[in-house]
Nanobody
Framework: QVQLVESGGGLVQAGGSLRLSCAAS????????MGWFRQAPGKEREFVAA???????IYEESVKGRFTIARGNAKNTVFLQMNSLKPEDTAVYYC????????????WGQGTQVTVSS
């Protein structure tokens, strides 16, 4: 069973940066795709970014050029570097795993709060 644990959230001023981390434990394959999602108060959860085993990445349009997803040297870690943060980026951020890009994400972390003040 795979478990995902996020860390790195916090409070930051607009224009600032945060780096989220996701550590996977349990039986996780290098072929897994890892993704980041977020959910703001009163809104549905939305896709942010994902990366597959060969480092192909995809991003939601509003974060392109500001956020970067990357795998750690240990394949069971994934990071989300968030620069030029905006108040509208405020949300709970979740790490998730899928068998491959485009398949359903069936394993989720508990989430980490990111708050961007104006």
């Amino acid at each position: 069973q795979v478990q995902l644990v996020e860390s790195g959230g916090g409070l930051v001023q607009a224009g600032g940066s945060l780096r989220l981390s996701c550590a996977a434990s349990g039986r996780i394959f290098n072929s897994y795709a890892m993704g980041w999602f977020r959910q703001a108060p009163g809104k549905e959860r939305e896709f942010v970014a994902a990366i597959n085993w060969s480092n192909i990445t995809i991003y939601e349009e509003s974060v392109k050029g500001r956020f970067t997803i990357a795998r750690g040297n240990a394949k069971n870690t994934v990071f989300l570097q968030m620069n030029s943060l905006k108040p509208e980026d405020t949300a709970v951020y979740y790490c998730a795993a899928a068998l491959m890009l485009g398949s359903d994400y069936d394993t989720w972390g508990q989430g980490t709060q990111v708050t961007v003040s104006s």
